[in-house]
């Protein structure tokens, strides 16, 4: 079975930093791309950033240069660091994975800046 387990998240004031992490098992985590999402109250899913298996990178225009996503093949783990953060990037993120024609998501996360 494909397994994302999510670590991180929390309380933090606006301008400071967070990191997630989600850990996979289940599938051969090397030759997946692996995306960060979030849900903003009252508001639907948005992609955040990705980060293919040969390492590129994307972001939404509103966390670039301010978010990082990268990856450790060796545990399997993508992570997502998180830097100057504003109070509209509140919400629940959820990293998640495609394979053999179903999404597979992690059990999501709260984050919230306060200002």
């Known amino acids: 079975q494909v397994y994302l387990r999510q670590s991180g998240g929390g309380l933090v004031q606006a301008g400071g930093s967070l990191r997630l992490s989600c850990a996979t098992s289940?599938?051969?985590?090397?030759?997946?791309?692996m995306a960060w999402h979030r849900q903003a109250p009252g508001k639907e899913r948005e992609w955040v950033s990705s980060?293919?298996?040969?390492?590129?990178?994307n972001y939404t225009d509103s966390v670039k240069a301010r978010f990082t996503i990268s990856r450790d093949n060796a545990r399997s783990t993508v992570f997502l660091q998180m830097t100057n953060l504003k109070t509209e990037d509140t919400g629940i993120y959820s990293c998640q994975t495609f394979w053999r024609g179903r999404n597979y998501w992690g059990q999501g996360t709260q984050v919230t800046v306060s200002s």
């Open positions: 980060i293919t298996s040969s390492g590129t990178t």
């Open positions: 289940g599938i051969n985590f090397r030759i997946h791309t």
